[in-house]
């Protein structure tokens, strides 16, 4: 089941965005569409299942005509724009009402993409799943049920009676599998560090509409076993030293992916 | 006599078909059917005494930092853009040749990749210009266009890595 709205954070004014989902064919790619916040466009792209796959922001120029100039006709209405002949190296948008023109200068050599303008709907503001679930646990908790779907994914994962249901929906989801989810109280204690990567992914999807907060969670899982196999192929290929040396840089750019991805390969450097 | 192993990046926006083009070499036929890099993966090509290990970089930004990082080391760097998408190229401009330079300096062997050539659409105006700000900012070696949807310029390009591999004293 799929929403029919998406709800996106635009990454330049954190505003909250809701805009009716779109599918992209799907040979294309990602179908875009902008939406007008003021001073910017935000543009989104869905892929075709309807996810957003992408955004991006664009500030707004306005061009008035003295100095030297390139005319350029838009191609869809035929309004001209007069774009200073200065600017060598920059990209930017031109609002056209309906739809917006995305102009990327370098040199004296312009290319231009039109994007369809949306509204932003405004609805009642409905909260996802794993808001939902942050109502009953904490960020860490949640992170560690997750880390633990990624350790062990054979053993049982105990979480509490009212928030079962919730939990096993976000997990199927997720990882495609959550049969090993079992109701009860877990006493377990919690090293911090390594969920916090984790957590901190958690945070950014709060506020986001199911497919989108999932598809981001899904993203980060898959980052996480993709940097895995990368150690272990790197061990296989070079040896310990070589993968000690990856594992190091991982520990200078996210200490909490580092001590995840080391707790998971079991590497002694 | 030891194979030589030479480490070839191959980094761009997300969507450019950087895996596409690496699989559509090794041999994989539906190309529809392969699945966004998400962080990175490891392939590997040989070639007479060469081996090239193929490092696959995912192009989202949300993991950026993260996955940049692994560029070190790397002997070969391959940019890829989309042939129908101003912004992939743009972004090789402004954002992926500064990771290059920054962790790997002006003077890496750099092939530039437009893809889908199929549908391209961005004038060679625009792509000229583009690529005189990359020659000015790396060693550019060459530019190839492809499209790993018919095959076109694959091969071209590993036979072109191959031989920039032989060069490289490691």
């Not at chain 1, 309807?50 to 008035?64: A, H, L, M, P, T």
Request: glycine share 4%; net charge positive; proline share 3%.
């Amino acid at each position: 089941m799929i929403t029919d709205i998406a709800i996106v954070k635009c990454p330049f004014c954190k505003r909250i965005t809701r805009v009716p989902r779109l599918y992209a064919p799907s040979l294309k790619g990602i179908k875009k569409i902008a939406v007008n916040h003021d001073d910017h466009f935000l543009i989104i792209g869905f892929d075709k299942y309807g996810v957003v796959r992408y955004y991006d922001v664009f500030k707004k120029i306005e061009f008035v005509r003295i100095g030297d100039n390139i005319k350029i006709a838009c191609p869809l209405c035929g309004r001209s724009e007069f774009i200073d002949k200065n600017i060598t190296f920059d990209r930017f948008s031109i609002d056209h009402g309906d739809h917006v023109l995305l102009v990327y200068k370098v040199g004296e050599k312009l290319e231009i993409e039109i994007i369809n303008v949306v509204r932003q709907v405004y609805s009642v503001p409905r909260h996802n799943m794993i808001k939902k679930i942050l109502r009953y646990i904490s960020r860490k908790e949640f992170a560690y049920i997750i880390v633990e779907m990624i350790r062990n994914p054979n053993s049982d994962i105990i979480v509490p009676q009212n928030i079962y249901e919730d939990v096993k929906f976000v997990l199927k989801k997720i990882f495609g599998n959550a049969s090993n989810i079992k109701v009860g109280y877990s006493k377990k204690t919690v090293n911090s560090i390594p969920l916090d990567f984790i957590e901190s992914k958690i945070s950014e999807v709060e506020d986001l509409s199911d497919e989108e907060a999932i598809s981001l969670i899904q993203d980060t899982i898959e980052l996480i076993t993709s940097l895995k196999d990368s150690i272990v192929k790197i061990r296989k290929l070079y040896g310990i030293n070589e993968a000690c040396k990856y594992l190091f840089q991982l520990e200078k750019t996210n200490l909490s992916l580092f001590k995840l991805i080391n707790d998971i390969v079991r590497i002694k450097c | 006599m030891p194979m030589k192993r030479v480490k070839v990046a191959f980094a761009g926006d997300a969507g450019v078909g950087k895996s596409s083009i690496i699989m559509k070499y090794l041999g994989f036929k539906d190309i529809s059917q392969i699945k966004k890099t998400r962080g990175v993966s490891i392939e590997n090509a040989k070639y007479s005494g060469i081996e090239l290990i193929i490092w696959d970089f995912s192009g989202q930004e949300h993991f950026r930092d993260i996955i940049v990082p692994f560029l070190n080391g790397s002997n070969i760097v391959v940019l890829v853009f989309d042939l129908s998408e101003a912004k992939t190229l743009y972004n090789l401009v402004t954002k992926w040749s500064n990771y290059i330079v920054e962790l790997l300096g002006p003077d890496i062997p750099t092939v530039i990749v437009g893809n889908k050539r199929d549908i391209k659409n961005l004038s060679d105006d625009f792509i000229n210009e583009n690529l005189k700000e990359l020659k000015a900012k790396l060693n550019v070696v060459s530019y190839i266009e492809t499209s790993a949807l018919s095959s076109d310029g694959i091969d071209s390009l590993f036979e072109n890595l191959f031989e920039i591999a032989q060069t490289i004293n490691i």
